[in-house]
């Protein structure tokens, strides 16, 4: 599974983190970053994590 993130697009509403804690962190400004790893297990975390974006600035692909 790859998470690719759109720093650009990112916000710093922190959904992501917010629904899926252990997959999505953020940086001090409250901005997603860049450094995802997804644990067996996970992906369906991934996945709600990245839905929660209202900037859609997460997409994960299997």
């Known amino acids: 599974m790859r998470v690719d ?3 650009a697009a990112c916000a710093g ?3 992501c983190a917010a629904t899926s804690p252990d997959v999505y962190h953020l ?3 409250g901005f997603v970053l860049d450094d995802v790893t997804v644990a067996d297990g996970a992906e369906d975390d991934a996945r709600e ?3 929660a974006c209202p900037e859609n ?3 994960v692909r299997d």
Do not use: C, M, P, V
């Open 13 to 15: 509403h922190g959904q």
């Open 57 to 59: 600035a997460i997409t």
């Open 5 to 7: 993130i759109d720093l």
């Open 27 to 29: 940086d001090d400004d």
């Open 49 to 51: 994590g990245a839905s």
